[in-house]
């Protein structure tokens, strides 16, 4: 860890089949408060069956990817947001000196994990092979223009929100699904009416669909 990359060198939780022995992986980020050890109890529910798939999840520093809200512009979120990106980079160059090919990793997580997620892919850093997104958006707020995006045509993203949700908006998640669309990806949005900030059994279903369909 330093001041630069304040989640460098931090633990990576890891569940499922081993790396070299995956056909599939799936990144998964933790939501703010949360630990990599909640969220990679997930993998289990959105497996499909059958596969090998190799699930990962880092742990935030302080348990927050940034400590401050995801809705303000990028440039005050320095230096946590970088170095979370920097974190998932080098989770997709191990999978990738796995042998595994980039069109079967998967990057997804809940709430602020969720933001990453879609972050991540919408600058399109390493390339990827899906997005699931429980709870969450783009970084940034939602009525500003946010960053042009990386070539993402045909990327399968889910993003998944409830109505009642009190940390992400129905709005934010639409317009995050719309600037995807816009950009090419195919896009699975579902609104949820009265959730809360939670993961509903649809949404898991959907998530493992989604792993499923990557060849």
Same mark, same amino acid.
């Given at each position: 860890? #330093?001041? !630069?990359?304040?989640?460098? $060198? =931090?633990?990576?939780?890891? &569940?499922?089949?081993? *790396?070299?022995? %995956? /056909?599939?992986?799936?990144?998964?980020?933790?939501?703010?408060?949360?630990?990599?050890?909640?969220?990679?109890?997930?993998?289990?529910?959105?497996?499909?069956?059958?596969?090998?798939?190799?699930?990962?999840?880092?742990?935030?520093?302080?348990?927050?990817?940034?400590?401050?809200?995801?809705?303000?512009?990028?440039?005050?979120?320095?230096?946590?947001?970088?170095?979370?990106?920097?974190?998932?980079?080098?989770?997709?160059?191990?999978?990738?000196?796995?042998?595994? #090919?980039? !069109?079967?990793?998967?990057? $997804? =997580?809940?709430?602020?994990? &969720?933001?990453?997620? *879609?972050?991540? %892919? /919408?600058?399109?850093?390493?390339?990827?092979?899906?997005?699931?997104?429980?709870?969450?958006?783009?970084?940034?707020?939602?009525?500003?223009?946010?960053?042009?995006?990386?070539?993402?045509?045909?990327?399968?993203?889910?993003?998944?929100?409830?109505?009642?949700?009190?940390?992400?908006?129905?709005?934010?998640?639409?317009?995050?699904?719309?600037?995807?669309?816009?950009?090419?990806?195919?896009?699975?949005?579902?609104?949820?009416?009265?959730?809360?900030?939670?993961?509903?059994?649809?949404?898991?279903?959907?998530?493992?669909?989604?792993?499923? &369909?990557?060849?």
């Amino acid at each position: 860890m #330093s001041n !630069e990359h304040p989640h460098g $060198g =931090g633990a990576v939780i890891h &569940a499922g089949v081993e *790396l070299q022995d %995956a /056909s599939k992986a799936v990144i998964l980020l933790h939501g703010r408060g949360a630990a990599a050890a909640d969220i990679i109890r997930l993998g289990r529910s959105i497996a499909p069956e059958g596969e090998s798939i190799a699930f990962l999840a880092p742990q935030a520093t302080n348990h927050t990817w940034y400590p401050m809200s995801g809705f303000l512009p990028q440039e005050q979120l320095t230096p946590w947001l970088e170095s979370a990106l920097r974190v998932i980079d080098e989770l997709v160059d191990t999978i990738l000196a796995a042998g595994i #090919s980039a !069109e079967k990793i998967v990057v $997804g =997580g809940f709430s602020q994990g &969720a933001m990453l997620s *879609l972050e991540y %892919a /919408s600058r399109g850093r390493r390339a990827i092979g899906g997005v699931i997104a429980f709870s969450g958006s783009v970084i940034g707020p939602v009525d500003a223009p946010h960053l042009p995006f990386a070539d993402v045509r045909g990327l399968p993203v889910f993003i998944g929100c409830g109505t009642a949700d009190s940390w992400i908006t129905e709005d934010a998640a639409r317009r995050s699904a719309e600037l995807f669309a816009e950009a090419g990806a195919k896009v699975d949005l579902r609104i949820y009416p009265g959730m809360a900030h939670i993961i509903n059994e649809d949404e898991v279903g959907a998530a493992r669909d989604l792993i499923a &369909a990557i060849n």
